[in-house]
């Protein structure tokens, strides 16, 4: 497809369980970034993966997240023992490259449910 | 760390009235970015200023970037219900990562 694509569009989990969300960036982004929306809330960095580079986790807000993305593809993110605050919608968004100019191009997101 | 506030955070207007939300900074801003996010969707790119004082027009929508670098606004004349949405601004910080503002939500009675 054209755009960014996320999977799944909507996760309903059990607390403590570990979940994983999934990236489809547009083909031939180089940059990702995964954001994270709570209710009625802004946005909220997280990481950005850009090329091959090490990814800056800077916003990752704890360890029990984690992300990965393989060249410059897929990417997934994976929040383990999950907490009810961890309820949220993620968003990814892909760019042509890194850094300023570049206009990001956000997927439907994964809306999150943590019972 | 660098933050970006918008004011107001919610703004019901009649149809056909006009529209401003604000973005300040308290350090200067770099590249401002709007993005729309319509009710259960993602937010989507409207436009980017770069250019102290620079002003950018889209049909309906006026985009300005503060002389100091500090403020942008963004301005809706004659209000139409499908500009319904949350309206963000972000910032490329020295960091090379967009700082989004809160948003303003914006609500538009027919």
């Known amino acids: 497809g054209a755009g960014v694509s996320q999977s799944p569009s909507n996760k309903v989990t059990e607390k403590g369980k570990d979940v994983e969300l999934r990236c489809d960036p547009i083909s031939g982004h180089t940059a990702l970034y995964w954001y994270r929306q709570r209710l009625g809330q802004g946005l909220e960095f997280l990481i950005y993966?850009?090329?091959?580079?090490?990814?800056?986790k800077s916003g990752l807000p704890s360890d029990r997240f984690s992300a990965e993305r393989t060249g410059e593809s897929v990417s997934t993110l994976t929040i383990q023992r999950t907490q009810q605050e961890d309820s949220a919608v993620y968003l990814c968004?892909?760019?042509?490259?890194?850094?300023?100019?570049?206009?990001?191009?956000f997927g439907d997101g994964t809306r999150l449910s943590i019972l | 760390g660098q933050q970006v506030m918008q004011i107001p955070q919610y703004q019901h207007v009649q149809e056909g009235e006009d529209f401003t939300t604000y973005c300040n900074s308290s350090t200067t801003l770099s590249n401002i970015q709007w993005y729309k996010q319509r009710p259960g969707g993602h937010p989507v790119f409207l436009i980017q200023?770069?250019?102290?004082?620079e002003v950018k027009k889209q049909k309906r929508l006026t985009f300005q970037f503060g002389e100091a670098k500090k403020n942008s606004s963004l301005h809706i004349t004659a209000t139409q219900t499908t500009d319904v949405g949350t309206y963000f601004c972000a910032d490329f910080n020295a960091g090379n990562m967009l700082t989004f503002g809160g948003g303003t939500r914006l609500m538009v009675k027919p």
């Open positions: 993966f850009q090329g091959n580079s090490a990814p800056d």
């Open positions: 968004a892909s760019s042509l490259q890194r850094g300023r100019g570049q206009p990001q191009h």
């Open positions: 200023l770069v250019k102290s004082g």
